[in-house]
T-cell receptor, first 113, second 110 residues
Framework: DSGVTQTPKHLITATGQRVTLRCSPRSGDLSVYWYQQSLDQGLQFLIQYYNGEERAKGNILERFSAQQFPDLHSELNLSSLELGDSALYFC????????????FGEGSRLTVL | AQTVTQSQPEMSVQEAETVTLSCTYDTSENNYYLFWYKQPPSRQMILVIRQEAYKQQNATENRFSVNFQKAAKSFSLKISDSQLGDTAMYFCALNTPLVFGKGTRLSVIA
């Protein structure tokens, strides 16, 4: 158990819809990262938050947005969903004293029909 | 831009044998960290081993060790005494936020 909690574990929705994925980092970790893993692909970095502020941005579509709340949990919002957005979305966290190691949640599997 | 390349999409190894997974990377940073993550069929991402670039000594974690060649920007993973439970996708990654390679699918055969 990494200590990172993601909900929901599975989500099925239709094209054009909007969903929200939620992540609770490990206790004490200030940084939260979101990654997208499409079928049999590597992990694509989407965005990083540190203590409530956006720290780094990767290949995140304009239809996607994220935020980190004062209690440090984070949400990834995906809107106007397309078939190609079907993927496993990972949240990860890291602590200030870490050396870059990320602790991953179990992922949220999104299926867009 | 930082890049990570894993040139072996799939590999297989007999149980109890040794296998080496390759990884090359590119970065303009002088101080950085490299990681190998394992993703078994459960899809959970599990850290296998990490290496700090400023350390010349290669990292070792039980049956897992790395061959870190900084000048060549190479970071290979050696798995000794392979076990069936080692069957997984293995991803090489660089720095934070982590940039991942596309992975190597390793199958351990009984």
């Amino acid at each position: 158990d990494s200590g990172v909690t993601q909900t929901p574990k599975h989500l099925i929705t239709a094209t054009g819809q909007r969903v929200t994925l939620r992540c609770s980092p490990r206790s004490g970790d200030l940084s939260v990262y979101w990654y997208q893993q499409s079928l049999d692909q590597g992990l694509q970095f989407l965005i990083q938050y540190y203590n409530g502020e956006e720290r780094a941005k990767g290949n995140i579509l304009e239809r996607f947005s994220a935020q980190q709340f004062p209690d440090l949990h984070s949400e990834l919002n995906l809107s106007s969903l397309e078939l190609g957005d079907s993927a496993l979305y990972f949240c990860a966290s890291s602590g200030l004293g870490g050396i870059g190691e990320l602790f991953f949640g179990e992922g949220s599997r999104l299926t867009v029909l | 831009a930082q890049t990570v390349t894993q040139s072996q999409p799939e590999m297989s190894v007999q149980e109890a044998e040794t296998v080496t997974l390759s990884c090359t990377y590119d970065t303009s940073e002088n101080n950085y960290y490299l990681f190998w993550y394992k993703q078994p069929p459960s899809r959970q991402m599990i850290l296998v081993i990490r290496q700090e670039a400023y350390k010349q000594q290669n990292a070792t974690e039980n049956r897992f060790s790395v061959n870190f060649q900084k000048a060549a920007k190479s970071f290979s993973l050696k798995i000794s005494d392979s076990q069936l439970g080692d069957t997984a996708m293995y991803f090489c990654a660089l720095n934070t936020p982590l940039v991942f390679g596309k992975g190597t699918r390793l199958s351990v055969i009984a």
